[in-house]
Nanobody, 124 residues
């Protein structure tokens, strides 16, 4: 059973940066594609970014492209999301998720394992 634990969330001013981390245990992260999703109050959970098994293919939502960077360290079983130029609309609970697919499109149904989330708050 794979367990994911996110950390790094918090309160930041608009224009600031945060780095989220996701620690995986129970299996080798190298076997999975990884993604970050987020859910704001009153909204559906949405795709943010993904990285393929080997790290060669990344994908971003239009709303974060150019500001966020997803990365992975398979040796440490860790996934990261560097978030720069944060906006109030980026405030949400951020979740990391794993998929056994080599490549993912960002559909939530592709991901079998989910963390509990970390809260990101952006003040204007």
């Amino acid at each position: 059973q794979v367990t994911l634990v996110e950390s790094g969330g918090g309160l930041v001013q608009a224009g600031g940066s945060l780095r989220l981390s996701c620690a995986a245990s129970g299996d080798a992260l190298s076997r999975y594609s990884v993604a970050w999703f987020r859910q704001a109050p009153g909204k559906e959970r949405e795709f943010v970014a993904s990285v393929s098994v080997l790290g060669g293919a990344t994908r971003y939502s239009d709303s974060v492209n150019g500001r966020f960077t997803i990365s992975r360290d398979n040796a440490k079983n860790m996934v990261f999301l560097q978030m720069n130029s944060l906006k109030p609309e980026d405030a949400a609970i951020y979740y990391c998720a794993l998929s056994s697919r080599l490549l993912v499109s960002g559909r939530q149904s592709e991901f079998a394992y989910w963390g509990q989330g970390t809260q990101v708050t952006v003040s204007s």
